[in-house]
């Protein structure tokens, strides 16, 4: 699966939008990006995911460069809440010979203040 | 909305000793991961199953490991004769089908290996 680059940590103004940036310059061409987060301890929870095409729904958007090696996963209105840690993640879909393995870097720990 | 669980919560155990970490996946998934988080770092893939057989493992899943689904719906996990480094969160995730997006993980499993 290819590596993916975040920044370690960044910042955002309750209210604001929080824009999460991801390298991902070795993908392939039929790897999908993925974002998760994890609040505090708790189990990653999926966010979204895009194979080539912007996407959105009802927790964030996903801008995917037309090259596909970088992208940014939008939170339009931060709230308190969606502070975590935030991974974004490069694999195959499940099928033929994948079978879904997440391989997690470091992510990108947003922490949305008052 | 139908979720992963898993027990216990928190395991405590002596190093040497063999545990046993439960998982309820949601009904009719197909998929089923584990992965662990040692504290303070990232969630390292260890090993799906398909059909009833491991379909991929880390290297970190050694023989001390072993999974099995022993009456369809339970997911296990074993670890034989803990060690110390053994000491993580333990999420259970599954997957519902071939090209399935969205992995759900469980809550977690603390084990602390003294």
């Known amino acids: 699966d290819a590596k993916t680059t975040q920044p370690p940590s960044m910042d955002c103004a309750e209210g604001r939008a929080a824009n999460l940036p991801c390298n991902h310059s070795t993908i392939s061409g039929n790897e999908y990006v993925y974002w998760y987060r994890q609040i505090h301890s708790q189990g990653p929870q999926y966010i979204i995911h895009?194979?080539?095409n912007n996407e959105t729904n009802e927790m964030a958007s996903l801008i995917i460069t037309e090259d596909r090696k970088s992208s940014t996963l939008i939170l339009p209105h931060a709230t308190l809440r969606d502070t975590a840690v935030y991974y974004c993640i490069v694999s195959h879909r499940v099928g033929g010979t994948s079978y879904g393995k997440l391989t997690f870097g470091q992510g990108t720990i947003l922490t949305v203040h008052p | 909305e139908p979720e992963v669980t898993q027990t216990p919560s928190h395991q405590v155990t002596q190093m040497g000793q063999e545990v046993i970490l439960r998982c309820v996946p949601i009904s009719n998934h197909l998929y089923f991961y584990w992965y662990r988080q040692i504290l303070g770092q990232k969630v390292e893939f260890l090993v799906s199953?398909?059909?009833?057989?491991?379909?991929?493992k880390s290297e970190i899943f050694d023989d001390q490991f072993s999974v099995e689904r022993p009456d369809g719906s339970n997911f296990t996990l074993k670890i034989r004769s803990t060690k110390l480094e053994d000491s993580a969160m333990y999420f259970c995730?599954?997957?519902?089908?071939?090209?399935?997006?969205?992995?759900?993980f469980g809550p977690g499993t603390r084990l602390t290996v003294l």
């Open positions: 895009g194979l080539k």
């Open positions: 199953f398909y059909n009833n057989e491991i379909s991929e």
């Open positions: 995730a599954t997957l519902s089908s071939q090209g399935a997006i969205e992995q759900f």
